[in-house]
């Protein structure tokens, strides 16, 4: 309630001494009460006025709530790749499983859609040079050295030169020899793999280890033997005219099969290297970008001498750079399964992609169940799966 003063002043005079009476009084009821009415009405608007001008018809909150959706969804996806890249413990067997996991994807994006027939070698420098490419530009746009530090240069060019070897030994065998027995041949690189890494890394080979590449591998022979004994029968079966011929394939047959071992040899050494020169550049990509950069100018010579080049068409162009693509990233996953976990647990995990496919195979009706299959099945999805379940070591770097 708002006061009003007015003073009354009366002078008296007693002698030389002067006296001031001052007289405060109170406004009249009326105007008092009008004037707190007003004051009563004007403070909550003033009070309004300080705070912020939202209300019901503000759409500001509408606008915002789905952009602040999506970022929490992108920001999630990016948090989920990080963890699976270095955020966990088991980074690097699930880099590895991921690894396995999409070429897989490849095999069936090859039996879904049927394209025209194209050189393997075309093939393979096709795919070389995307991964070129590829690494290339993550390099540039990361920042890191291309041709990775100096201290780390003759691991890299050792890892170009061996898994080079691997990859055309590998093709020469698989133009060769059945795809079963190929297939068989080239998932003894994980064995190989565990064996070099306890020569050349000093790994330690736990039995458990060993158990469960014995297991996996025996899980492959389980799923081809069928293939592998027929093959071998029909192959004992000769009409004595023959005999010359056969003398010729069978030489020709026991050079694939030794160029073929000779391959996972090389392979296995390479997963040594590949993780050497990943933990001394410390960027798994520089191992992929080494590679490429000898193996793609290499596969345009061997297609220039050895195999006629088939243009192909849009569509199966098409195809052939997302399969590329999506093998620069089942490379990089690999190298960096390797750099960061034990060589023979990362190498069994790799045999999930043969129980993919031949699950796979079996759902869509395309290969034939059989007892055999189904074992070898299980027998690699157990080993894997208690590989995983056993985890990484505590200490990744032991030496014997």
């Keep these: 309630m708002s006061k009003t003063m007015s003073s009354k002043s009366t002078e008296s005079s007693d002698g030389d001494q002067a006296t001031v009476e001052l007289i405060m009084c109170n406004s009249s009821p009326s105007a008092a009460d ?109 920042g890191q ?14 890892r170009a030169l061996v898994g080079f070897l691997s990859l055309f030994s590998f093709v020469y065998s698989i133009q060769r020899l059945p795809l079963s027995q ?9 064995i190989m793999a565990s064996i070099a890494a306890r020569i050349i890394l000093r790994e330690k080979l736990k039995i458990a280890e060993i158990g469960g590449l014995a297991l996996s591998f025996f899980g492959v ?11 071998a029968v029909s192959g004992g079966l000769v009409k004595p005219g023959e005999a010359i011929s056969l003398n010729v394939r069978g030489s020709d047959h026991m050079l694939a099969v030794l160029v073929g071992l000779f391959s996972s040899i090389t392979g296995g050494i390479s997963y040594c290297l590949i993780k050497a020169g990943a933990n001394a550049s410390d960027q798994p990509l520089v191992t992929v970008f080494s590679f490429g950069i000898l193996a793609s100018p290499a596969a345009g010579i061997c297609l220039f001498f050895f195999e006629e080049f088939v243009l192909p068409s849009f569509y199966s162009f098409l195809l052939m750079l997302v399969l590329s693509v999506l093998a620069f990233f089942a490379e990089v996953l690999l190298a960096r399964g390797l750099q960061l976990e034990k060589t023979s647990k990362v190498a069994n995990v790799q045999y999930i992609e043969v129980a993919l496919t031949q699950l796979w195979g079996m759902g869509l009706s395309r290969i034939a169940p059989s007892f055999g ?19 990484p070591e505590k200490e990744m770097n032991d030496v014997a």
Excluded at 374 to 388: A, P
């Design 145 to 158: 050295p291309i041709f990775g530090p100096m201290h780390a240069r003759n691991l890299l060019v050792l």
């Design 373 to 391: 299959r189904l074992v070898g099945c299980v027998l690699i999805v157990v080993s894997v799966f208690y590989t995983m379940y056993i985890g």
């Design 221 to 231: 022979l389980f799923i081809f033997r069928r293939i592998l004994t027929t093959q």
């Design 34 to 142: 009008g004037g707190g009415t007003g004051s009563d009405e004007i403070a909550p608007l003033l009070v309004q006025s300080e705070k912020p001008k939202t209300n019901i018809f503000s759409v500001s909150y509408t606008r915002r709530k789905p952009r602040e959706h999506v970022i929490e969804t992108d920001t999630s996806l990016t948090n989920c790749m990080l963890w699976v890249w270095n955020g966990s413990r088991y980074s690097g067997l699930m880099c590895m499983a991921l690894s396995s996991t999409i070429y897989f994807f490849m095999q069936v994006i090859s039996d879904v859609f049927m394209v025209q027939s194209i050189p393997l070698f075309e093939t393979v420098f096709t795919r070389c040079t995307v991964t070129l490419i590829l690494s290339y530009l993550w390099l540039r746009r990361s």
């Design 182 to 190: 190929a297939t068989v041949l080239s998932f003894t690189a994980p």
